[in-house]
């Protein structure tokens, strides 16, 4: 640029000179001759300057490229520098935070540690100024807390007490019952204290979850449902009792006789064999004395039900098959079943005689002479006088004409100690009417003197 400015400034320079000079000594030829030649010059010069300014202009785009190869080279440097900024910022920012957070730390650490010892210099001298009230209270309560748990005790003690005799008496009453169910499935014996410690044992019972029922418990609350005359209960909790795992054969085989005595009462006679035949199954092949006694009970009650259903046949095999089994025993309780079976088979024959007709026809006499047989049988084994087995005896003498023995065996069973009185009376009378036959009258006859002589004596 400063070479371009120098010739410029010559150029201007030589011309100012020459153009004096002209107008003072030159013509007009000589003028354009000059001319000429200057022109010349002048056409030379601007074509060397031409040059010069083109060299120049290369020059500049030269200079213009390496400056923009260095602006290029500068950038790429400016930039990897703010990238290395910026990530010792980031650093720089992640360590200022964390120190911050120590600070923190340590400040929080320090202000708890100082509230804790500011505290239990507090509560120290707290203790210090109140220890003598503190320990006053501690005392007081310490002497509420020994008379409460002296009354707890107490009153412990009082429950166990309690529960342990309405146990105690709900378990008399159930063996009391159990007495009666076996000899004569009644509850007349059961006194109002028997009653009352069964419904209070029920009661506690009924509060407990069912899942966790002893056989004892479902056998309570079986007893507490029969007494009260809950006979559909009863049935239920004794089948209940007879589930309950590890309960004992014994016990098993007499809660299902239970079950049965209660389906009895409530004429359920098909439900009622169903249960004797359970038993059965169950036991008929044991050979403990409890329980071949519970197999004989099970098939006399057996028999009877078939009785009540009119199935003569089935009850008959049914009381021989009791006959055959236990005839020779010589243990009072099966001995006494033997002689129920005994009965049970001359009533059925009794009945069955009658279906046929009456005494004058030959299969009839064939079956009035078995039963009375059996009867005579049931007699000799029975411990004590039976009346309902005299007063059958009595019905079939009467039927085959012995009047004399018949009115012996009546009057003899009225006054027997065992089903004999109004009991026998009623139960006579309802005999007679089941398959009438002329021949009853006579039997009515007997039966209504022989009562009233009864009557008349106890007056």
Not at 65 to 74: G, P, T
């Amino acid at each position: 640029m400063k070479r371009l400015l120098a010739m410029s400034l010559l150029l201007a320079s030589a011309a100012i000179a020459q153009a004096a000079t002209t107008s003072s000594v030159a013509s007009d030829n000589e003028l354009n001759a000059f001319k000429e030649l200057q022109q010349s010059k002048w056409e030379a010069q601007k074509e060397l300057q031409s040059k010069d300014i083109e060299a120049v202009r290369q020059q500049i785009a030269a200079v213009d490229k390496r400056v923009d190869d260095q602006l290029a080279q500068l950038g790429q440097s400016v930039d990897r520098f703010g990238m290395v900024i910026s990530v010792l910022g980031i650093a720089i920012t992640v360590l200022l935070v964390s120190v911050g957070l120590l600070g923190y730390r340590n400040a929080q650490s320090d202000a708890k540690q100082a509230a804790t010892d500011a505290a239990k210099n507090s509560a120290e001298e707290w203790l210090k100024s109140n220890t003598t009230n503190l320990n006053a209270q501690i005392e007081t309560l310490e002497k509420k807390a020994a008379q409460v748990h002296g009354q707890m005790d107490q009153t412990k003690q009082s429950v166990i007490e309690h529960e342990a005799k309405f146990k105690q008496e709900a378990e008399e009453a159930s063996r009391t019952l159990q007495e009666h169910i076996n000899k004569i499935g009644s509850v007349t014996a059961m006194n109002n204290d028997q009653s009352q410690a069964l419904a209070s044992r029920d009661s506690e019972l009924k509060n407990i979850n069912e899942d966790s029922y002893s056989f004892d418990d479902w056998n309570t609350r079986a007893f507490a449902a029969y007494s009260a005359g809950k006979l559909d209960d009863a049935a239920y909790f004794w089948a209940k009792a007879s589930n309950v795992p590890n309960a004992g054969a014994t016990n098993v085989a007499q809660v299902l006789f239970n079950r049965g005595i209660s389906q009895a009462k409530l004429n359920q006679h098909e439900a009622e064999i169903a249960t004797y035949d359970e038993v059965l199954r169950r036991f008929d092949e044991a050979t403990e004395p409890a329980l071949i006694e519970q197999v004989a009970r099970a098939l006399v009650n057996k028999g009877t039900a078939q009785g009540h259903l009119n199935q003569y046949e089935a009850a008959i095999a049914t009381y021989d098959e009791v006959l055959r089994r236990f005839g020779e025993a010589t243990e009072p309780a099966l001995r006494e079943q033997v002689a129920r079976a005994a009965n049970g088979a001359g009533f059925g024959r009794l009945l069955m005689a009658k279906t046929l007709g009456g005494p004058n026809e030959p299969a009839a006499q064939l079956l009035l002479q078995a039963a009375l047989a059996n009867l005579n049988d049931g007699a000799a084994r029975c411990i004590q006088p039976n009346g309902m087995l005299l007063g059958n005896r009595a019905y079939v003498q009467c039927l085959l004409g012995n009047t004399t023995a018949a009115e012996g065996d009546f009057a003899a069973a009225l006054r027997a100690p065992v089903n004999g009185g109004r009991e026998l009376y009623e139960e006579t009378l309802k005999d007679l009417d089941k398959h009438p036959l002329a021949e009853d009258a006579n039997m009515r006859a007997l039966v209504e003197h022989a009562w009233a002589t009864y009557q008349s004596e106890r007056a």
